[in-house]
């Protein structure tokens, strides 16, 4: 069975300083998927990158990026520069190819001033 | 503009009654899921569906129904059969699970907040 494992209930960061978010996945397929979606107070999920297992280089989208570690079935999200802006939830999620996402239950960020 | 449109945005249920949440899209996308997501929890899979007239359960089933008759619509029916209904529900849709060099990324309406009076 698919799984997604965030071992951070919670981090703080300091405005302007980078984080990172863990992510560790368990699959037995070559082929998958792993995302990330931001979740703000509001409710709406909102997409941040993705990485595909095959890709050779790291997936960058402006200040995120992903952190892949294929062989440690680990895919953590790194937030650079941070902003007030970027407290919310954040979830990793696994794709296999022919069953929909299995989500991790979350970190909640919290950006300092 | 596209994307996914649900209603309402707050609903309110009794002992006893079905209601039903409604998902729309318009960016063409042949998948369609609902997701519940309890207080401080992730989301958990409800239904979802590939294609009109056919939908499969997720991991939560009980207690809930759908229908798939447009492309563009699924709505899902919380039954009296669901003892626990509070939650937030999220709808998402994106293309074709499986398809070759699709990333499956689900694209996701704003949530309806339901509670049990």
């Known amino acids: 069975a698919q799984k997604i494992t965030q071992t951070q209930p919670g981090m703080f960061v300091q405005e302007k300083e980078a984080v990172t978010l863990d992510c560790t996945y368990d699959t037995s397929d070559q082929s998958y998927g792993l995302f990330w979606y931001k979740q703000p107070s509001s409710g709406e999920m909102i997409f941040l990158i993705y990485q595909g297992s095959y890709d050779e280089q790291n997936a960058t989208e402006g200040r995120y990026s992903l952190n892949f570690q294929k062989a440690r079935k680990s895919a953590n999200l790194v937030i650079s520069a941070s902003q007030l802006g970027d407290s919310a939830m954040y979830f990793c999620?696994?794709?296999?190819?022919?069953?929909?996402?299995?989500f991790g239950k979350g970190t909640r960020l919290s950006v300092i001033a | 503009d596209g994307g996914i449109t649900q209603s309402p945005k707050y609903l309110f249920r009794k002992e006893g009654q079905n209601v039903t949440l409604s998902c729309e899209q318009n960016?063409?996308?042949?998948?369609m899921y609902w997701y519940r997501q309890d207080p401080g929890q992730g989301l958990r899979l409800i239904y979802y569906s590939q294609i009109v007239n056919d939908f499969q359960k997720g991991d939560i089933a009980e207690g809930y129904s759908v229908s798939r008759e447009k492309k563009e619509s699924f709505p899902l029916t919380v039954t009296s059969a669901q003892k626990n209904p509070t939650a937030f529900y999220l709808c998402?849709?994106?293309?074709?699970?499986?398809?070759?060099?699709?990333?499956?990324?689900?694209?996701f309406g704003a949530g309806t907040r339901l509670s049990v009076l």
């Open positions: 999620a696994l794709f296999r190819g022919n069953t929909p996402l299995v």
């Open positions: 960016l063409n996308h042949d998948a």
């Open positions: 998402a849709s994106s293309d074709l699970i499986g398809a070759r060099g699709i990333k499956n990324i689900q694209y």
